[in-house]
């Protein structure tokens, strides 16, 4: 009977040694995507802040509790949950998603404050990232076909007025409204 019991202990002790050599006595942050990300403030797009937590050696830590900390003033925005915070647990690859994140109007540059808690061991990060108002797109092409447009209109008043008739005089026919429109070739250029 003592042999017995002092076997369960030896091997309750090697397990204990065994368990206490695996834990680890520290855990990392490494940031996965988000990190200088670009957010759209006009279409109300943001990058979810994407990070992995590892113990010392590398290793992947599920169910790490981690917390995505966006700023309360300037340049920000929300997550999916309409807060300026939001907790999530890792997944069995240690990784952890602030989801749904949406900026806020205000241009600029933020960081994301990272926080992630396991079995009593801390780990903190931050994430750069920025709202931006993506340019306008213009182009000539658009005042072109605005200015062909109104010569267009402009020639078929002119011919309106003629009744289709060709004229080689110069006189002007005025319209009731007090605008008067000159017969002719019409010319296009820069504004005067």
């Known amino acids: 009977m003592k042999l017995r019991s002092f076997c369960c202990a030896a091997v309750l002790i090697g397990l204990g040694v065994a368990a206490a050599a695996q834990a680890p006595e520290k855990i990392t942050l490494r940031t996965v995507q988000g990190d200088n990300a670009i957010n ?75 926080t992630a ?31 062909l447009l109104a010569g267009g209109a402009a020639g078929g008043a002119v011919a309106a007025l003629h009744g289709g008739k060709s004229s080689n005089n110069s006189s002007s026919a005025t319209i009731t409204s007090g605008v008067s429109i000159v017969a002719g070739t019409p010319t296009l250029g820069p504004p005067h």
């Open 40 to 114: 759209s403030i006009r279409m109300h797009r943001g990058h979810d802040p994407e990070v992995q937590v590892l113990t010392e050696s590398g290793e992947p830590l599920s169910r790490a509790i981690v917390s995505f900390l966006l700023p309360a003033s300037g340049a920000s925005g929300r997550f999916a949950n309409g807060e300026l915070s939001v907790t999530v647990p890792t997944d069995e690859h240690g990784i952890a998603i602030g989801r749904g994140l949406v900026p806020n109007q205000i241009e600029g540059q933020f960081r994301i404050r990272v």
């Open 117 to 147: 808690s396991w079995q009593g061991l801390h780990a903190i990060a931050a994430i750069a990232q920025t709202n931006a108002e993506p340019p306008l797109k213009t182009s000539h092409s658009k005042w072109i076909l605005v200015v």
